[in-house]
């Protein structure tokens, strides 16, 4: 079982040669009133993590669960969980989500008055610290974080809601996110969320995603969870490769 103790396997620690596409769902779109049965069937579709979308009805236009809820459906699952964490001022309320088990907490650059003090807490903590960057927000803001970081998450759409269109606008930004976190003497992952499905996750792996977020299109696909992973992991690893002219 996991747990913040723990942390993310090696891809944040070494830089690999041929870094892991992986795949987790947001669970915006679960049955929330059967939510540790939903982590579970997620773990059994071949998930990588599971992502929790947590609003607060103020940085975004929605409001969802707190860490209390996450800490109930720990058990269920014993893939890595991350918290994105889409709320203003975030620092009071990292060590619930850190104690409800999440291995890694995203917040976002546009919440933190001190980012570099809150992704330090993080790790402190024992979790992975990962920082996320809305669509109209540069990439500058993290380049004097990066010894800190073990992920970026660029968003593909404005947060708040699942279902959006994916945008593709994003790419170069995603690419210009790769070309600086490809500096550091270590790896760090680099997410995507907000419309990737099977016909965005190629374009996002192309520019130098890793880590793929995905709501609506893995719990909407009409060939159930275990198709969509396998699908969008396929695609991802393709465009992947083709982007670093590794063999298939
Ligand atoms: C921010 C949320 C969504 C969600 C993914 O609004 O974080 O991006 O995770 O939703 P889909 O995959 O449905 O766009």
């Known amino acids: 079982m996991s747990s913040p103790e723990d942390p993310l396997p090696s891809t944040t620690d ?5 870094p892991p596409v992986l795949i987790a769902p947001s669970v915006l779109p679960a049955d929330f009133s059967n939510l540790g049965n ?3 069937q997620l773990e059994e579709a071949g998930v990588d993590r599971i992502q929790f979308d947590v609003m607060d009805g103020r940085f975004v236009p929605n409001l969802t669960f707190g860490p209390d809820v996450i800490a109930s459906v720990r058990s269920s699952a014993s893939v890595p969980f991350e918290a994105h964490l889409m709320i203003e001022d975030p620092d009071h309320l990292v060590p619930r989500f850190v104690d409800a088990g999440c291995d890694l907490i995203i917040v976002h650059a546009e919440a933190c008055r001190h980012l570099h003090r809150t992704l330090a807490a993080i790790a402190d903590l ?3 610290p990962a920082v996320a960057l809305n669509p ?4 500058e803001v993290i380049a004097n974080v990066l010894d800190l970081l073990d992920m970026v998450l660029i968003m593909t759409v404005n947060p708040g809601f699942g279902g959006q269109a994916y945008l593709s606008s994003m790419e170069p930004k995603v690419a210009a996110t790769r070309a600086m976190l490809d500096t550091s003497d270590r790896w760090i992952d680099l997410e995507v969320d907000g419309g990737i499905s099977a016909k965005t996750v190629g374009g996002a792996a192309a520019a130098g995603a890793n880590v793929l977020i995905s709501g609506s299109a893995l719990y909407g696909h009409p060939d159930g969870q275990a198709a969509a992973v396998s699908e969008l992991r396929q695609l991802g690893t ?8 590794l063999p298939r």
């Open 238 to 245: 393709e465009a992947w490769r083709n982007r670093t002219g």
């Open 126 to 128: 024992g979790a992975s």
């Open 136 to 139: 109209h927000t540069p990439i």
């Open 38 to 40: 939903e982590c579970r």
């Open 14 to 18: 070494a830089k690999p040669s041929t």
